[in-house]
């Protein structure tokens, strides 16, 4: 009985850090992410600060992520993305990031 119950601590000890390995992974900062045309990028910096630039326009912007969910803020504009279980970000579909592909 007690070999059981250690085992299943173990196995739930496990499952725990390769959740927690995942959710590490999927932070955007450092990563630049582009769509297919290269007519939008965005840099994530460290410190929630980001570079947007869209065809020959670049604005400072802030972000926040939580889970899987992106916040970015481009003068006083909010968009949302979603890391996706490929590492690309989904943003809103009728939008022009609603694919942003994880560039390094």
Same mark, same amino acid.
């Given at each position: 009985? &007690?070999?059981?119950? /250690?085992? !299943?601590?173990? $196995?739930? *000890? ?6 927690? @390995? ?18 939008? &990028?965005?840099?994530? /910096?460290? !410190?929630?600060? $980001?570079? *947007? ?6 604005? @400072? ?44």
């Amino acid at each position: 009985m &007690k070999t059981s119950i /250690q085992n !299943g601590l173990a $196995a739930a *000890a496990v499952a725990l850090m390769c959740f927690g @390995a995942v959710a590490c992974g999927s932070g955007v900062s450092g990563h630049t992410y582009a769509d297919n045309e290269g007519m939008v &990028k965005i840099q994530f /910096q460290s !410190g929630g600060k $980001a570079n *947007a630039t869209i065809g020959p326009l670049t604005a @400072a912007c802030t972000y926040t992520q939580s889970g899987k969910q992106v916040m970015l803020t481009c003068e006083n504009q909010t968009t949302q993305f979603t890391v996706g279980d490929d590492g690309n970000l989904a943003g809103p579909p009728d939008g022009m990031m609603n694919k942003l592909t994880k560039v390094k």
